[in-house]
């Protein structure tokens, strides 16, 4: 029996062909973002609370953003969803508001050696450290009224509510995997003044996919942020922090987000606030991704909207070019500082 050598050949480059294509699919379906926590959404099987957490799978990576306001609530959400926390690659903390991290005590008792990013703060609840240096001394007292005996360490450490979890604090903006990196802001608002806060941003062939917690340091200084690291961004997740802010500031934010940052997806969640909603969706019309608790929302490709892909334009010499300008020079165009949650 002859072998036909060219038909053989051919079949196994058809098969190989086939396997790339269904590995390439399998990558591609993996890619989501999965809303765990929130007060808002249709999904039944999940509860609703104030509070934020996501799931971020993309660019293989399988990353939880915040853990919600109420340890109960959202590992019955997480269950829910059937998500294995045990297979995470990092946790990120987007502050120290507690319905931002209530929820990390369950994933600890899930995994507890997983990564925890979160932002450095002088003396905070995350870990820190501080030279002693910092306290004024009095050698005239006896050593049993002074700090340490009056030996204090070079370097004072400070705990943090989880005992033994593996934070590593982030102080500037910092790429923590190839493409994948945390933006560090601090917050200038009367109420959040120097709240220090991450946000996650992860580059993607279709531009940045972009995280917000509850954005006190502005939602235009983080969305500028991300654009230094590619100009094009593709989707903003999470809360932009407007959820008190009156109609006119309403306004200016999704002009900026819209035409200034000519960002092409949204999926408000969180403290951005029913006007908003509103407003972004009459804005952003099929653009404006729905993103209840519970909701998976696909990314690259498989994405709603009919935008055409590929480099979006740069900004030209125009309106946008200035009031793009306006909003980098830190001048809060927009007002928004000042709407903070008290």
């Not at 098969?15 to 399998?26: G, I, L, N």
């Not at 990120?92 to 931002?100: A, M, Q």
């Not at 969305?223 to 500031?249: C, Q, R, S, T, Y």
Request: aromatic content about 8%; proline content about 5%; glycine content about 10%.
């Amino acid at each position: 029996m002859k072998l036909n050598l060219t038909w053989l050949f051919a079949g196994s480059l058809a098969c190989a062909a086939t396997q790339v294509t269904v590995t390439e699919t399998a990558v591609a379906a993996e890619s989501k973002i999965t809303i765990l926590y929130d007060a808002f959404g249709s999904d039944v099987a999940m509860k609703k609370d104030w509070g934020f957490s996501a799931l971020v799978e993309v660019e293989g990576k399988r990353i939880l953003f915040d853990t919600g306001n109420d340890r109960d609530i959202f590992a019955a959400n997480v269950k829910a969803k059937g998500i294995d926390l045990t297979n995470l690659d990092f946790v990120v903390l987007s502050h120290r508001h507690s319905d931002h991290m209530a929820g990390l005590s369950h994933v600890l008792s899930m995994n507890p050696k997983v990564k925890i990013y979160a932002p450095r703060e002088g003396f905070g609840i995350f870990g820190s450290s501080l030279p002693s240096s910092f306290y004024r001394k009095d050698e005239s007292l006896p050593p049993q009224m002074r700090y340490y005996d009056g030996k204090p360490p070079e370097l004072m450490t400070f705990g943090t509510a989880w005992q033994g979890a593996n934070f590593e604090v982030i102080e500037k903006t910092t790429e923590v995997a190839p493409g994948i990196t945390l933006i560090a802001l601090v917050s200038d608002a009367p109420g959040t003044r120097e709240l220090r806060e991450l946000s996650l941003a992860v580059n993607t062939p279709d531009g940045i996919v972009l995280l917000v917690g509850c954005s006190h340091p502005g939602i235009d200084r983080i969305v500028e942020a991300a654009a230094a690291i590619n100009p094009k961004i593709h989707l903003v997740v999470g809360g932009f922090h407007l959820v008190a802010a009156p109609d006119d500031v309403i306004t200016k934010a999704v002009a900026a987000l819209k035409d200034a940052f000519r960002v092409e997806h949204v999926a408000p969640g969180h403290c951005t606030g029913e006007p908003t909603f509103a407003a972004l969706k009459q804005a952003f019309g099929n653009r404006y991704i729905f993103a209840g608790v519970g909701a998976s929302l696909p990314l690259g490709s498989s994405m709603g909207g009919g935008e055409r892909r590929g480099e979006r334009p740069a900004l030209e010499e125009d309106d946008d070019m200035t009031s793009y300008r306006k909003l980098a020079r830190r001048e809060d165009p927009l007002g928004m500082r000042a709407w903070s949650l008290r």
